[in-house]
């Protein structure tokens, strides 16, 4: 799996490879980024879902909860997912990142990985209820985490990123269907990291 050498601006890795993602690593600076680590960790209502596998039930490895603006509905891997309002910081980088990008988003899922054992297997964020051909903004704050995508067909086509506390990773066009990514687990002793990942929903 190759790591993609990304500078301090803001990239997009695309033409032959096929991918069309962009990452921006300072995206918030540090003292805004500590700032919202914490008060997200302390007040966001994080909630612990299971999902079913294969018929089988099991806990979800992470913390999550889902914000929208309009009392969106969203369900992924038959969770009943709870919906809230966004709160006024949700709100203010929802703005950013429609200042940085020419993509709309109304919603925003969080997930808390609460150590190196709470993962994301390897998907795609592909549900009915974010339309064809869905894009997807991811903030980072708190611990780095490598992040892994790979090409449903053409298996040499992998990469992973390390997500920086404050970073911003932008998944355009076909990064759901032609490709899948994951936060795989790590054996290291590392702190909580909280993943924001705003999204369209129809």
């Known amino acids: 799996m190759i790591e993609l050498p990304y500078k301090n601006k803001f990239e997009t890795l695309k033409g032959t490879t096929g991918l069309n993602i962009s990452y921006l690593p300072d995206f918030l600076n540090k003292s805004k980024s500590d700032i919202l680590y914490k008060k997200f960790l302390d007040n966001i209502p994080w909630q ?12 979800q490895p992470r913390l999550t909860s889902f914000h929208s603006i309009g ?47 709470d993962s994301n297997g390897w998907h795609s964020d592909n549900e009915p209820e974010l339309g064809d051909n869905p894009k997807i903004a991811s903030i980072t704050l708190g611990e780095e985490r490598f992040f892994h995508i790979k090409h449903k067909y053409k298996k040499n086509l992998r990469y992973k990123i390390l997500l920086k506390h404050g970073s911003l990773l932008i998944m355009g066009d076909k990064s759901q ?20 990942t705003y999204r369209y929903i129809y």
């Not at 879902?49 to 039930?57: E, H, L, P, Q, S």
């Not at 709160?87 to 969080?110: A, E, G, M, P, W």
């Open 71 to 117: 009392n969106k509905k969203y369900n992924y891997s038959q969770i009943g997912i709870k919906n809230n309002l966004m709160t006024k910081d949700l709100i203010n980088l929802l703005n950013q990142i429609h200042d940085k990008t020419n993509y709309r988003f109304n919603s925003v899922l969080l997930n808390l990985y609460r150590d190196g054992m």
């Open 48 to 59: 612990k879902y299971k999902v079913k596998i294969f018929g089988k039930t099991y806990d």
């Open 177 to 196: 269907t032609d490709w899948v990514h994951q936060v795989p687990k790590t054996k290291k002793k590392i702190n909580p990291r909280i993943n924001l």
